[in-house]
């Protein structure tokens, strides 16, 4: 079987069933694990990494099309490589390539071919997503085993914080500028992490808010995880965040409790390592019983006096892997 894959989380499950051989192609935005650098790159972007988080809202605005995108997909590549199998998606145009324009660059390929669009909102249907990639591939048990594996982590962290009374408010920014709020399943992580979320859009696509909606709410606890970004890209935006009025007033600034977290990896990627993200965001809530999730940085957390300007902050990793 010929596996292409243009969504990066996709390209993480191939490799979880054990299909790394399998995988002829994949996407510009996939790097994980490490193997999958090595893949032929069917899509490229036309946006520039060096634009700021307004700049590239702006540019996905202005493309914004059921069909077409700011991606684009090398024909001749994808038609050189002939894959059985295409995993792409249709939950988010501006994450990755949309399924319809998958479709309208795979009917240069003679016979039919499977496209399989996945498009979860909330952590039961990436598990789904897990199980629909296993049955096209003929991966069922192991499939089976990742899954449970999965739940059991997941059902670990509800259990923990099922009764625990005491649950901050806590605000998980998905983009900096505009601000938006985290929306499909990033609520229901807080949730199940012990967390109060008032701003975000449980299973449905993030939005963006007015600052004055952050202010008001108060967050105990800011997690900064805009989509797509690594920590150190986010630390590029931070400055101008810490510039909105009343910024250094809210309770997480005052308190320590500001977080940059790699989004990519943990949060933003509906892959198998959301559960990671899930552990991450529990031991930042409640460090008191969560600890010893993780030992490697996934990470950074923000310190500086209340009232120094953002360009005298010390950082300090802060780290919670598995």
Known sequence: MRILSLLPSATEIVYALGLGADLVGVS?????????????VVSTSNLSTALRSAQIHSAFSEHHHPSHSLYRIDEQLLKQINPDVILTQELCTVCAIPVAQVREAARILAGPRRVVSLEPSNLRQILENISAVAEVTGRQREAATLVAQLES??????????????????????????????????????????????????????????????????????????????????????????????????????????????????????????????????????????????????????????????????????????
């Open 153 to 322: 982590r997941i059902a670990r962290i509800a259990s923990a914080t099922s009764s625990i009374r005491e649950r901050p408010r806590v605000f998980c920014m998905e983009w900096m500028d505009p601000v938006m709020a985290g929306g499909h399943w990033i609520p229901e992580m807080i949730r199940i992490a012990g967390g109060t979320d008032g701003l975000g859009n449980d299973g449905q696509p993030s939005t963006a808010i007015d600052w004055e909606q952050v202010v008001e709410f108060a967050p105990q606890i800011v997690v900064i995880m805009p989509c797509g970004y690594k920590i150190s890209r986010s630390l590029a935006d931070v400055e101008r965040l810490a510039a909105k009025p009343g910024f250094y007033g809210l309770p997480a600034v005052r308190s320590g409790q500001v977080y940059i977290v790699d989004s990519p990896a943990f949060f933003s990627r509906p892959g198998p390592r959301i559960v990671n993200g899930l552990e991450i965001l529990a031991q930042i809530i409640h460090p008191e019983v969560f600890s010893g999730l993780f030992s490697s940085g996934s990470s950074l957390k923000l310190t500086w006096d209340e009232i120094q300007p953002i360009e005298s902050q010390t950082l300090s990793e802060r780290f919670m892997p598995l």
């Open 28 to 40: 510009h935005e996939c790097d994980y694990p490490e193997e999958a650098r090595t893949k032929p």
